[in-house]
């Protein structure tokens, strides 16, 4: 691996290599408010089920899933190559994403069940009550309270005026609003975490490596009641279309917001699915809401209007975490209150944190960093 130096006030400091320079796309997207990668999502994630759900004439529930699932995988393979980065992965990064492709099997699988008996709103609003869980635990303010309170009052009315159906159908929408909890932990994890090395996983590629390992999974079960769409052209594009806009325009929206908004803060405007799924339901399904929908539709929006993300750093700490950053070699960076130094020792990275210093210079009790110390 190719190293070159660069001088700093600490002297000449080795540089390896890191992460390519962010692309004019990427920086675009960064600029982008995060809310509007969740808006894509939120109309994307019941707009592929309700196609899924007009499939389900001509191909089982199951075989359905399979086709969304190994669809999305195949274009995932395509874009991101995931293969080659899973040896970069460490043992703990790995079950990550071996429990994330478990989990977006089992999802998808349950949800097209439950859809199958249920109206897809109904379905979209209990998928949401898990992650009021998350965003009670981050409503640390009475206004984001205040939020909390009328999404999950929107949620509830667009939920009580279904409750009729079959019970499996219930236990179906249940089970996947648990393994919704759970996408929603792992992908935030995903987004916020990479694997150490050479360069950074973004959360995109972690989630490419998970959605192969979810088309694994769901072989068993999926395939053979997929086989049909293979005999005939007009449904197997038909099943891509639904992993299109099911799986992969809304997962990786959900990444890009998940990178820059808090949990809690991604949970409270998961309250915009039922809604979405409400709207979406009519347009496609023609399933024509009633007061009450329109009446938990705007309370939902009212909630999401009302949140407010808890406030950034002070501009003079950020100002100071961007000066020591500057004069910082590459590898280290200051978030939050400490600066976070990443290594690689034989393939195996490790973190090492120290204390902020309250000079403003040199981290002289930094062990096994001799280029950190003072002159």
Known sequence: MAKSARSSEYGPVPVTETSPPPTRATGAATRLPPASYFGVSAV??????????LLFARVSVLGVAWLRIASAAVVFAAWRRPWRLWPRLTTRQRWVLAGLGAVLAAMNSLFYLACDRLPLSTVGAIEFLGTVLLAVAGARTRRNLLALVLAVGGVALLTDIRLAGEPAGFAFAFANCALFMLYVVLGH??????PAGRGQLTGIDQLAAAMLLAMIVATP??????LPAFSHPAWLLWGAGVGLCSSVIPYVTDQLAMARLPRATFALMLALLPAAATIIGLIVLRQVPTAADLAGVGLVVAGVAVHRDAPARPPALRQE???HNADLPLGVRI??????????DEGSAHEVRAAWPRRTRGFPDLPGHDELRQP
């Open 44 to 53: 994307f994630h019941y707009l592929g089920p309700s196609l899924a759900v």
């Open 189 to 194: 994890r995903i987004a916020n975490e990479g």
């Open 221 to 226: 079960f999926g395939l053979a009641g997929a």
């Open 321 to 323: 975490a961007a000066r």
């Open 335 to 344: 978030r939050g209150s400490e600066p976070t130094i990443r290594r690689s």
